[in-house]
């Protein structure tokens, strides 16, 4: 069965630090891109980045609101993908999703997704 | 940034009834757009891929058209398990982008 499965989300005062992870499983992780979506509570879908796979040699993209706060890894020998966040702020308390690309066009996978809960 | 909305944003419809959402981009974007259901406390689920391709075992009554800058998803006989929020998504250019959701209650 391909699956997603997040961990790692939690409560963590503004300006802190987490490090969330996604575990693989059931597909062959090192073939595709990944992606992190997120949904803060009662609202919409928000793109947060992506890392390409060894052949578009683990670039990145991110999206403007986290661009220089987080950092999307993956490490393709224990398929898992990660996303360290720093410098949080109360706008990034989320429910963050792990996600499959499949091909182009395709994001075919999510996760269940774990909360991350930036507060005082 | 490539905006898009989506219209409408809330819809009451009742089992059976035929019903479209649009999602409008704020410059073209080809083919390249997704749509997604999602329900309370769930992950979203990919229906439609490249505007119009159905993603294997979502119901053939979903159904996508579009290309450019305005996109539909069509539900042609909505079923009690369709009720839920529909999103779109442009995957064209970065930043990827979503819609802002039409949510498909039970009149």
């Known amino acids: 069965e391909v699956q997603l499965v997040e961990s790692g989300g939690g409560l963590v005062q503004p300006g802190g630090s987490l490090r969330l992870s996604c575990a693989a499983s059931g597909f062959t992780f090192s073939d595709h891109y990944m992606d992190w979506v997120r949904q803060a509570p009662g609202k919409g879908l928000e793109w947060v980045g992506r890392a390409r796979n060894k052949v578009n040699s683990y670039t990145t993209e991110y999206a403007a609101s986290v661009k220089g706060r987080f950092t999307i890894s993956r490490d393709d020998s224990k398929n898992s993908l990660y996303l360290q966040m720093n410098s949080l702020k109360t706008e990034d308390t989320a429910l963050y999703y792990c996600?499959?690309?499949?091909?182009?066009?395709?994001?075919?996978?999510w996760g269940q997704g774990t909360t991350v809960t930036v507060s005082s | 940034d490539i905006q898009l909305t989506q219209s409408p944003t809330f819809l009451s419809a009742s089992a059976g009834d035929r019903v479209t959402i649009t999602c409008r981009a704020s410059?073209?974007?080809?083919?390249?757009l997704a749509w997604y259901q999602q329900k309370p406390g769930k992950a979203p689920k990919l229906l439609i891929y490249?505007?119009?391709t159905l993603q294997s075992g979502v119901p053939s009554r979903f159904s996508g058209s579009g290309s450019g800058t305005e996109f539909t998803l069509t539900i042609s006989s909505l079923q009690p398990e369709d009720f839920a929020t529909y999103h779109c998504?442009?995957?064209?250019?970065?930043?990827?982008?979503f819609g802002p959701g039409t949510k498909v209650e039970i009149k």
């Open positions: 996600v499959r690309r499949y091909g182009l066009g395709r994001m075919d996978v």
């Open positions: 998504q442009q995957l064209q250019i970065y930043p990827l982008t």
């Open positions: 410059q073209g974007i080809s083919s390249s």
């Open positions: 490249a505007a119009s």
